[in-house]
């Protein structure tokens, strides 16, 4: 018997009566992470990592959350659940289930290496791995976190050179407290748009121990942001929301930036290759080192990825979910305006 099926709600375990990361509303829910393709409203209860709670709140509003650390263990009718490091964004967990002897883990979205904020992905050993596959192609692999943050670094010193304005694009949960990590160490010239100022706050509220950083808002003259870094959605690209900055130049932290070329299409002066998630290495050494026997793949790319899986000698089997529409695309998709610059959540 399965202990979780895939059904058009999510990943449910029957026995326990509770879904993983449902994309419909349901009476219980348990949330990897604060990505609004992993955590949905209208959910009666919401069972997640304590640091996820805030981002939660303000994300989905009030409502039922129980909070549980690293380790800990609840009972659900009988299965044991408990969460593990996944490394993706602050909060962000593995989902261990385990009844009569069987143990599941459904891993959300991860990465392997610790960026220092989001805690270190923790390999869980298990007889079957739900696996993500973002970046499920060998042209991805990323390069150590301390030469991305140099590689950014140096490219506002370029600008500052020229004095030029530095807009970076990264999304509010996740990569924007890794950039603003990696302009601190040069600048605490840091501008950032109403969705990241939100964030800031509410984990700045939770005790985490972040750089300064001031708002954007309209009545800010337009030459305070030379030779300044702004950091923004990516619902702010191209919008007229950034003509306050002219002089600028626009770098994106993306992982789809390894692809030769998407700079260029995208018609930014910078691409730097950051993700939350695994690269195609990370993603086999987290597999590899879970010990399981079956593997399930999700979204990404989860064809090619679970075939590679099986020439390799790890069964696998792809699944469709309705993951993956996540920061990027919601994102894009916001409107930003002068109006709602203070006030966008996305």
């Given at each position: 018997?399965?202990?979780?099926?895939?059904?058009?709600?999510?990943?449910?375990?029957?026995?326990?009566?509770?879904?993983?990361?449902?994309?419909?509303?349901?009476?219980?829910?348990?949330?990897?992470h604060?990505?609004?393709?992993?955590?949905?409203?209208?959910?009666?209860?919401?069972?997640?990592?304590?640091?996820?709670?805030p981002?939660?709140?303000l994300r989905?509003?009030?409502?039922?959350?129980?909070?549980?650390?690293w380790?800990d263990?609840v009972?659900?009718?009988?299965?044991?659940?408990?969460l593990?490091?996944?490394?993706?964004?602050i909060?962000?967990?593995?989902?261990?289930?385990?009844?009569?002897?069987?143990?599941?883990?459904?891993?959300?979205?991860?990465?392997?290496?610790?960026?220092?904020?989001s805690?270190?992905?923790?390999?869980?050993?298990?007889?079957?791995?739900?696996?993500?596959?973002?970046f499920?192609?060998?042209?991805?692999?990323w390069?150590?976190?301390?030469?991305?943050?140099?590689?950014?670094?140096?490219?506002?010193?370029?600008?500052?050179?020229?004095?030029?304005?530095?807009?970076?694009?990264?999304y509010?949960?996740?990569?924007a407290?890794?950039?603003?990590?990696?302009v601190?160490?040069?600048?605490?010239?840091?501008?950032?748009?109403?969705?990241i100022?939100?964030?800031?706050?509410?984990?700045?509220n939770?005790?985490?121990?972040?750089?300064?950083?001031?708002?954007?808002?309209?009545?800010?003259?337009?030459?305070?942001?030379?030779?300044?870094?702004?950091?923004?959605?990516p619902s702010?690209?191209?919008?007229?929301?950034?003509k306050?900055f002219?002089p600028?130049?626009?770098?994106?932290?993306?992982?789809?930036?390894?692809?030769?070329?998407?700079?260029?299409?995208?018609?930014?002066?910078?691409g730097?290759?950051?993700?939350?998630?695994?690269?195609?290495?990370?993603?086999?050494?987290a597999?590899?080192?879970?010990?399981?026997s079956?593997v399930?793949?999700?979204?990404?790319?989860?064809?090619?990825?679970?075939?590679?899986l099986?020439?390799?000698?790890?069964?696998?089997?792809?699944?469709?979910?309705a993951?993956?529409?996540?920061?990027?695309?919601?994102?894009?998709?916001?409107?930003?305006?002068?109006?709602n610059?203070?006030?966008?959540?996305?």
């Open positions: 018997m399965a202990l979780i099926d895939f059904t058009d709600r999510g990943l449910f375990c029957s026995q326990g009566n509770f879904y993983i990361d449902p994309w419909k509303p349901v009476d219980h829910a348990v949330i990897t604060a990505h609004s393709d992993h955590a949905r409203s209208g959910c009666r209860s919401y069972l997640c990592h304590t640091k996820s709670v981002i939660l709140q989905l509003g009030e409502a039922k959350y129980q909070p549980i650390a380790g263990a009972y659900l009718n009988g299965v044991k659940v408990s593990y490091p996944a490394g993706h964004v909060g962000s967990s593995q989902v261990r289930v385990e009844y009569g002897g069987e143990v599941w883990v459904a891993s959300g979205d991860y990465k392997v290496e610790n960026d220092g904020i805690g270190a992905f923790e390999p869980v050993a298990c007889h079957t791995f739900i696996t993500e596959s973002t499920g192609l060998p042209i991805y692999k390069q150590q976190q301390p030469d991305i943050y140099n590689d950014i670094q140096q490219w506002i010193a370029a600008n500052m050179a020229q004095q030029v304005c530095s807009v970076l694009i990264a509010s949960l996740g990569k407290q890794r950039v603003i990590d990696a601190s160490k040069i600048t605490n010239n840091i501008y950032v748009h109403g969705a100022w939100n964030m800031h706050q509410v984990l700045l939770d005790g985490w121990q972040l750089p300064e950083v001031k708002k954007i808002t309209p009545d800010i003259a337009k030459g305070s942001f030379k030779n300044a870094v702004v950091i923004a959605p702010a690209d191209g919008t007229p929301w950034m306050r002219l600028y130049a626009v770098g994106v932290c993306s992982g789809w930036m390894q692809v030769r070329g998407n700079a260029r299409r995208r018609n930014v002066d910078a730097f290759v950051m993700s939350d998630h695994a690269d195609f290495t990370g993603l086999l050494t597999i590899k080192a879970t010990g399981a079956k399930f793949v999700t979204h990404g790319f989860q064809l090619a990825f679970s075939r590679y099986n020439e390799i000698g790890i069964k696998a089997a792809e699944v469709k979910t993951y993956g529409t996540n920061e990027e695309e919601n994102e894009a998709t916001a409107t930003v305006s002068e109006e610059v203070q006030t966008d959540e996305q």
